[in-house]
């Protein structure tokens, strides 16, 4: 079982870069595959990026070529690099943990089994 609290978001104009944050608490992370997924208002909760235990990546195709994810096992922390941000990448950002930690990471929402509270990304044109 981890907590996972999430950092980093805010308001950033379009071009800029922004880096968020998620620690994990009360457990370890190198047990989990993790993601970052978004939701718009009166849109579904979608995968942004997620990396398994030893470093596969997966990226939404519209971030690709943007967004980095990143994870540190050692400090518990896997963070996503926005570059470029858009307008359309408005939403709240939420992290998330797979059981599953090993293989292709996985892309819907009910694999994962622990969510942090959200962090709010706005972007303006």
């Known amino acids: 079982q981890v907590q996972l609290v999430e950092s980093g978001g805010g308001l950033v104009q379009a071009g800029d870069s922004l880096r968020l944050s998620c620690v994990g608490q009360?457990?370890?992370?190198?047990?989990?595959?993790m993601a970052w997924f978004r939701q718009a208002p009166g849109k579904e909760r979608e995968l942004v990026a997620a990396?398994?235990?030893?470093?596969?990546?997966r990226y939404a195709d519209s971030v690709k070529g943007r967004f980095t994810i990143f994870r540190d096992n050692v400090k518990n922390t896997v963070l996503l690099q926005t570059d470029n941000p858009k307008p359309e990448d408005t939403a709240v950002y939420y992290c998330?943990?797979?059981?599953?930690?090993?293989?292709?990471?996985?892309?819907?929402?009910?694999?994962?089994?622990?969510w942090g509270q959200g962090t709010q990304v706005t972007v303006s044109s």
């Open positions: 998330a943990a797979d059981p599953v930690a090993y293989g292709i990471p996985r892309t819907v929402p009910s694999a994962y089994d622990y």
């Open positions: 990396i398994s235990w030893h470093g596969v990546t």
């Open positions: 009360g457990g370890t992370i190198d047990a989990f595959g």
